[in-house]
Structure formats: structure tokens, C-alpha cells
């Protein structure tokens, strides 16, 4: 009886003793030995991210050693409920997500043992928008605080980080902000567990205070704020953070017109005047003001009575 023979192929010549000698040796045989299963093992090639995360799909091949006689018979696996066989070819995983690989392998005599590994794969950077609360109300510009959410997304390995920086003033962890006025740049970062990264950046521009408007009259005065010359209206605006756009006027019922440069009046009269500014977010500063313009002195009649001979002569004289 032999015992603690290795596995393998053997070649065996036996022969026998007694008192009266040796049989000699018998022709040989061979014998199998093999009481161990296979041994696999997987090989993985991809791009390899974070958090045991590949960032491509995934190449997998198997290794496989018996230490026995009998050599490898089959290898099966199984993705996610799908069974498959092994045939020496590598073949690709390209599912997203966390994806199950089972396998085992055979020698026809002696299983393996089945062995389960997780692949996960992320290819896909998350998503990233900037939701505003409304939009804007003139133009480019708003003119009323505005309410920003930063909505970031990842189905597969999932969102990691989410950080805004608004104005080069440094990335905090944040998901909503209220802008008030101001033109801000607004930039925001979302990470995913595999190690992507997906950037976006906004401009926003507010005003919510309405232009200046300055009147000014020029001339000379006489009483009670009445000019006696020509007088010169001139308009001037300013807005800190849209811009004025441009000034209208308004002499009594007319016309609006754009004001460009001064203007005057030719005739005499009590004018007034409605003058708009408009900023580039629409807000309107209106000023309302009269211009009194009097240059004839008043008219003064006297009536005069002669005595003549004692008889009354009438006569009208006109006094300035």
C-alpha cells in the first residue's frame, strides 16, 4: 500500500520477495492521482478611479492552474444572473454600476469552489445645473434679490462633494445661495465617489436701485424763481451697478424726447417738465419740476385828466 503520493502521472514497475527470492519486475503502468479542484483566478484591466471604482469598462480574463493530472475541464461565470462560459477570450463588462461576478472551475472530476467579486464601474461624470428661482427681468439683469439652487447628480458610484465658489472667493460645501446686487460669478464643483469631477460656472447680475436723476437750471433769476433769461435745462443720471440706459423729457403734453444735450425755451411761459432715467434693469427714476420764464416787464396804463378853461381833456399814458 502506498500513501502520501503527490498528485499527478505516475509510472509504477512492481515486484515480490520471498525465502526463495525475487519475482523480478512486472511491466509498468501508469497511475492518476488527483484529488484537488482547479484554482482561478480573475484578471481585471480597466481605468481604475477611486473607492475601488473603474472609470471604463472592464476587460476580465481568468487564470486557471490544476496541480493535478486531470488539467482544467471547464470554467463557467455568471454577471449579474447571467451565466456564462469561459473559453480563454477575455470578454468586457460594461454595465454602470456595481456589477456580481461569479465563477468556479472544474477538472471534470474535482469543483471548485464558487467565488464572487463585485466590478464597479463608473464612467460617467455627474451632472451639474444652476436652478434659478425666476428669470431674468430685463435682459441679462434682475432686479430683485434671485435664489440659486446647484443641483448635481450621479446614478452610478454616487455624489461625493458638492462646492460652490462665488466671486474667487474660495470653494465652501453648499447647495443654495440668495444673491443680492452685484454682478457675481458663480462657480460650482460636483465629485463622484469614482473621482470624476464636473465643472460650471454662471454670471449673475442684479440691481435692484433705480438711477439717479439730477435736474439742473441755469439762467438768471429774478423773483420767486422765475428766470428773465433764456434758461438752459440740463439732465444727467447715474447707476452704480446696470448703467443708465438713457433720459427722457417731457415738456407739458408733448412728445417724449431723448435727451441728448441741453436744451431751452424761446418763449415765455411756466413749463413743466417730467424727465424719465432708465438702468439697464429697468427700474425708471422719474422728476417732475417747472421752469418759469418771464423777460417783458409788466404793461402799466395811467389815465390822466386835463383842465382846460375848466373844462376836463381826458388823455392815456402808457407807463412802463
Not at 509510472?11 to 492521482?33: D, E, M
Not at 415738456?251 to 432715467?277: C, K
Amino acid at each position: 500500500m502506498f500513501t502520501n503520493i503527490p498528485e499527478g502521472l505516475f509510472t509504477v514497475h512492481t515486484q515480490s520477495h520471498n525465502a526463495g527470492g525475487s519475482s523480478g519486475w512486472s511491466p509498468p503502468f501508469t497511475a492518476q492521482h488527483d484529488y484537488s479542484a482547479p484554482i482561478t483566478t480573475p484578471n481585471f484591466v480597466g481605468l481604475t478611479g477611486d473607492n475601488g471604482w473603474f472609470t471604463s469598462p472592464v476587460d476580465v480574463s481568468f487564470d486557471v492552474n490544476d496541480v493535478g493530472c486531470f488539467g482544467v475541464s471547464e470554467t463557467v461565470y455568471d454577471i449579474n444572473g447571467t451565466p456564462d462560459n469561459y473559453h480563454g477570450t477575455p470578454f468586457t463588462i460594461t454595465n454602470e454600476g456595481t456589477n456580481s461576478l461569479t465563477f468556479h472551475s472544474t477538472d471534470g472530476y474535482n469543483a471548485e469552489s464558487s467565488h464572487t467579486t463585485i466590478i464597479k464601474i463608473d464612467t460617467i461624470p455627474p451632472t451639474l445645473q444652476f436652478i434659478l428661482n425666476r428669470p431674468p427681468d430685463a435682459g441679462s439683469w434682475w432686479n430683485t434679490p434671485l435664489g440659486i439652487a446647484i443641483f448635481a447628480e450621479d446614478t452610478a458610484s454616487r455624489l461625493a462633494r458638492l462646492d460652490y465658489n462665488l466671486n474667487g472667493m474660495g470653494w465652501i460645501s453648499g447647495t443654495s445661495l440668495t444673491l443680492t446686487d452685484g454682478i457675481h460669478s458663480l462657480d460650482a464643483q460636483a465629485s463622484d465617489n469614482a473621482g470624476h469631477s464636473t465643472y460650471d460656472g454662471v454670471v449673475i447680475q442684479i440691481d435692484s436701485i433705480a438711477p439717479i436723476l439730477d435736474v439742473y437750471l441755469a439762467g438768471d433769476y429774478g423773483e420767486n424763481s422765475w428766470f428773465i433769461t433764456p434758461p438752459i435745462v440740463s439732465l444727467g443720471a447715474d447707476d452704480a451697478t446696470s448703467g443708465v440706459v438713457g433720459i427722457v423729457y417731457q415738456v407739458e403734453n408733448g412728445t417724449q424726447t431723448l435727451y441728448t444735450s441741453p436744451f431751452t425755451f424761446s418763449h415765455e411761459g411756466l413749463y413743466t417738465v417730467q424727465a424719465f432715467a432708465v438702468d439697464n434693469a429697468q427700474h425708471i427714476t422719474t422728476q417732475t419740476f417747472q421752469v418759469g420764464y418771464d423777460i417783458t416787464p409788466p404793461q402799466t396804463t395811467a389815465t390822466l385828466t386835463e383842465i382846460d378853461s375848466g373844462i376836463p381833456s381826458p388823455s392815456r399814458v402808457g407807463m412802463r
